[in-house]
């Protein structure tokens, strides 16, 4: 099946500090999103993005789905980003809308 | 309703009882998905209902596990002889139709002793 490979694991960054965060994937997709699950174990959609750039304040991501990768972009991180980020994949040619999951990058944001 | 339901948030089960997890998806949402999510890990696949029809069964671990969605709305995981290894965290999704994105509910956090 596909493989998700995020990067970093973990990321640690004083408040008001940028980051990328990255998602690698082995086959083609067809859809893409990317989640925050924050410490009370929500999962909270951040982007629905099988292609292209998209952006929600201070949050953006692009994916270069020909490049199989994604990338998701922090700008002027705070406390309340700390949490776990997972990119899910959708593999193309796969009859039904089942998730693949990233193993996920743990950000902490000091204060 | 606004979101995803699911129901109980905890669950406490001794080894060998039966347990069920309930699903309240999004209003007019055909899709339904359950996931399992071990601690540290990412949610892995469980199984997918289309309005009533089970489509993908795929994930499931073992033949304790069982899910239905018999009108098309609310979906009943059902886990029998419950063993250490199904302490996890269950989490539904739905979505509109099968390639839109996913919301989620909280999750159930399963423990068994």
């Known amino acids: 099946g596909i493989q998700v490979e995020q990067s970093p694991p973990d990321l640690i960054l004083q408040e008001g500090a940028n980051s990328t965060l990255r998602c690698n994937f082995s086959d083609s997709v067809n859809n893409l999103q990317w989640f925050h699950q924050n410490p009370w174990g929500q999962l909270i959609n951040l982007f629905y993005?099988?292609?292209g750039t998209k952006q929600n304040g201070r949050l953006s991501a692009t994916t270069v789905a020909t490049e199989r990768y994604s990338l998701l972009y922090i700008s002027s991180s705070q406390t309340t980003d700390s949490g776990v980020y997972f990119c899910?994949?959708?593999?193309?040619?796969?009859?039904?809308?089942?998730?693949?999951f990233g193993q996920g990058t743990i950000l902490t944001v000091h204060p | 309703g606004a979101g995803v339901s699911q129901s109980p948030r905890y669950k406490v089960a001794k080894r060998g009882q039966d347990v069920a997890l309930r699903c309240d998806p999004i209003?007019?949402?055909?899709?339904l998905f359950w996931y399992q999510q071990a601690l540290g890990q990412g949610p892995e696949f469980l199984t997918y209902?289309?309005?009533?029809?089970?489509?993908?069964k795929s994930g499931l671990p073992s033949d304790r596990f069982f899910a239905e969605r018999p009108e098309g709305s609310v979906s009943t995981l059902k886990i029998q002889r419950t063993q250490q290894e199904d302490s996890a965290v269950y989490l539904c999704?739905?979505?509109?139709?099968?390639?839109?994105?996913?919301?989620f509910g909280d999750g159930t956090r399963l423990s068994i002793l």
């Open positions: 209003s007019g949402h055909v899709s």
């Open positions: 999704a739905s979505s509109r139709t099968d390639n839109q994105p996913q919301h």
């Open positions: 993005i099988p292609s």
């Open positions: 899910a994949v959708r593999a193309g040619g796969t009859s039904y809308g089942k998730l693949t």
């Open positions: 209902f289309q309005n009533e029809a089970q489509l993908d």
